[in-house]
Structures are given as structure tokens and as C-alpha cells.
């Protein structure tokens, strides 16, 4: 069965500072891979994709990951955060293209120092 | 009203009352979705709904009630709910087809109080 694992589910960092979420997925065949962020009070909003191709994928905000298949990994990353980027972070893979069935993985929330 | 509206924001209400959350999406979607977000656990997807036809439900119990009148509009009728019912519920909708389908745009929420 297919399943999403974050590891991390609270990370803290300096504004400034780099940033890496981690996510790993369990998916038979070529996953469809998701990165939502969820600001307090808010819905999910999509950061970026992965369906196919070129493994490095650009999202909004700055935000970037890379597909890595030989360890069942889509990590999220940034150069340097900004204190707007506090929110909690979900990692989700398709389970029904047919449905449209996410699955997502618990969360990380991303704390901020300045 | 532009992506997806979720009314109310806010709701509490006691074990024996019967409410309803409504969604509406502004994108043209065909597919919508209703999520529950408890603390400390995963988004939990409740019922999936393609061209008004529910094509998931996800062993919810029953005292959940879906309703999709038209592609636009989402309800979730809700009685004799429990207190572990409590949580934050997510509208969701996508476009039907290989890769739009997985798509999906969230509403603001409800934040469901039951005590």
C-alpha cells in the first residue's frame, strides 16, 4: 500500500539559514509527488510537483525538491528561509489517479527563529 | 469569490444537533473532496466526489453525511457527532483527467467543535 513518511515533524531554523524537509514515500510504480504548505488558520496551499522528468522541481516561494528514486525521497528545500515560512509542510503522493486519492504524510511544522 | 469557499469558519455545537458545512469552488472543478485534520495525525481523506458521483468513501461513519447537488458546491451533513469529531475540516477540488486530477485545491476550512 502506498504511504508517505516524514520523518522530521518539528524542525527549527535561523531566518537566513537553509532549509531541507525530508519526505519518503512507498509506491509500487512512478509516484506522483506533492509538497503542500498550511499557514495557522488555513487551508493547504501547493508549493510544487513531481510527475515526471527532470528530478529537481522548482515550486513557489523559493522552494525546490528533488525526486530521488533509489531512495524513495522527495525532500523539500530552500536556500534561506524567511520567517514567513513558518507553517507546517505536508509531503503527499497520489493513491488513485482514478479518484484523485492523496496520500499524505503527518507533517512538519517549521519554526522560525529570527 | 475566487478558489474554494468554506462556510462557516467556525462551528460548536452539542452531540444531539444536526449541522451542515458547506464548500464552493470557483475553478471550474469536477472533482471535490472533504478532508478531516485532527491533531498530531495525518489528513484523513473522507469522501471523494468526480461529476457529482462519489467515487471514495473512506469508512466514515455514517453520522457524516455527504451531499453534492451540482460540481460546484460540496456539503457535509453532520448529527450526533462526538467530541472526537472535533477537528478542522478541508474542502478540496481538482479537474478530472491523468495528472490535473491530482491537483487538488484546498478551502479555508471549518473548525468543528463538538461538545
Known amino acids: 500500500a502506498q504511504s508517505v513518511t516524514q520523518p522530521d515533524i518539528h524542525i527549527t531554523v535561523s531566518e537566513g539559514a537553509s532549509l531541507e524537509l525530508r519526505c519518503n514515500y512507498s509506491?509500487?510504480?512512478?509516484?506522483?509527488l506533492f509538497w503542500y504548505v498550511q499557514s495557522p488558520g488555513q487551508g493547504l496551499q501547493l508549493l510544487l510537483k513531481?510527475?515526471?522528468?527532470?528530478?529537481l522541481v522548482q515550486g513557489i516561494k523559493g522552494f525546490e525538491a528533488e525526486f530521488k528514486r533509489s531512495q524513495s525521497s522527495f525532500n523539500l528545500r530552500k536556500p534561506s528561509v524567511h520567517w514567513s515560512d513558518a507553517a507546517e509542510y505536508f509531503c503527499?503522493?497520489?493513491?488513485?489517479?482514478?479518484?484523485?486519492?492523496?496520500?499524505f504524510g503527518q507533517g512538519t511544522t517549521l519554526q522560525v527563529k529570527p | 469569490e475566487t478558489g474554494v469557499t468554506q462556510t462557516p469558519r467556525h462551528l460548536v455545537m452539542g452531540m444531539t444537533n444536526k449541522k451542515s458545512l458547506k464548500c464552493e469552488q470557483h475553478?471550474?472543478?469536477?472533482?471535490m473532496y472533504w478532508y478531516k485534520q485532527s491533531a498530531k495525525k495525518p489528513l484523513e481523506l473522507m469522501f471523494v466526489?468526480?461529476?457529482?458521483?462519489?467515487?471514495e468513501n473512506n469508512s466514515v461513519p455514517s453520522r457524516f453525511s455527504p451531499e453534492c447537488p451540482n460540481s460546484s458546491h460540496l456539503f457535509l451533513h453532520l448529527h450526533t457527532l462526538q467530541p472526537e469529531d472535533s477537528a478542522l475540516y478541508l474542502c478540496?477540488?481538482?479537474?478530472?483527467?491523468?495528472?490535473?486530477?491530482?491537483?487538488?485545491?484546498f478551502g479555508p476550512g471549518t473548525r468543528l467543535t463538538v461538545l
Open positions: 478540496a477540488s481538482s479537474q478530472p483527467g491523468l495528472r490535473a486530477h491530482n491537483e487538488q485545491f
Open positions: 509506491y509500487g510504480a512512478t509516484p506522483y
Open positions: 475553478l471550474g472543478h469536477n472533482a
Open positions: 466526489y468526480n461529476f457529482k458521483e462519489q467515487t
Open positions: 513531481y510527475f515526471s522528468g527532470d528530478t
Open positions: 503527499a503522493v497520489v493513491a488513485s489517479s482514478n479518484t484523485g486519492k492523496l496520500i
